[in-house]
């Protein structure tokens, strides 16, 4: 809603069915232009493989990375825009398009890692996980290689990040079920950086906004509500 108010263009763009946990409605009333779910797919796509009980979340990571470059080609891009992508294919039940072809990468990187067998034989178990993995990673290679290719991917910023790690891989405690990765990724940056601190989703908001604000004279309210109170940039944990 605030970039709305700043002139800004905003879609959502999801393989799944973006009524789910009533995302499309908590988007809606946040003020979003466009949601563009799994109904908005033409037949030529093929969605991910059904599980035995004949369910699967829609169209997979490679299909929606495709589906959203043809419609960010026809649509009107003179103005600023926020576009969000929400994945799928890194979810139980990890059916994947072409899972050989994956399945072959994971044994691959197996082997260059040197682990033993034993510790091969324990990855192993997970296989399926590691795969739709290494299928994102793909997916998102070539998703990068394509925008790169267009005027407006000089002046983007990229945030990549999860809701939470992968439960059917043991984790070590509760709180390392959202141990995630946040990747702040643009041509604009001047350098690279790591950060050990703790920082949130509720976070990200409040940082882009307050950059947006003393960048490039971005209107927003004198008193806001954040749950968050902006990235944490500190070297150390």
């Keep these: 809603s605030l970039l709305k108010l700043n002139g800004y263009n905003s879609a959502f ?116 996980q590691y795969a739709s993995i290494m299928y994102t990673d793909r997916a998102l290679q070539q998703f990068f290689s394509t925008y790169k290719t267009k005027k407006e991917f000089s002046n983007t910023i990229f945030i990549i990040t999860g809701d939470h790690r992968m439960p059917e891989i043991p984790i070590s405690s509760k709180i390392d079920r959202y141990h995630v990765p946040l990747i702040i990724y643009s041509p604009l ?11 949130a989703h509720v976070d990200i908001t409040p940082s882009l906004l307050a950059f947006l604000h003393s960048n490039y004279n971005f209107k927003q309210p004198t008193l806001t509500s954040w749950l968050g109170t902006g990235l944490d940039t500190s070297s150390r944990f």
Excluded: C
Excluded at 63 to 88: G, S
Excluded at 189 to 199: C, D, N, V, Y
């Design 13 to 128: 763009y999801y393989g799944g069915d973006a009524h789910f946990d009533n995302m499309s409605l908590f988007l809606q009333k946040n003020g979003i232009g466009a949601v563009n779910d799994e109904g908005t797919f033409p037949k030529t796509y093929a969605k991910m493989p059904a599980s035995s009980e004949g369910f699967t979340w829609g169209y997979g990571d490679e299909n929606l990375f495709k589906r959203y470059m043809e419609l960010h080609d026809n649509a009107n891009n003179t103005q600023p825009n926020l576009d969000i992508l929400l994945t799928v294919s890194m979810h139980s039940p990890f059916l994947i398009n072409n899972p050989d072809t994956y399945y072959k990468l994971f044994e691959q990187r197996l082997k260059q890692q040197q682990f033993s067998d034993q510790e091969m034989d324990n990855y192993r178990k997970y296989k399926a």
């Design 189 to 199: 940056l001047k350098r690279t950086a790591t950060f050990s601190s703790i920082s």
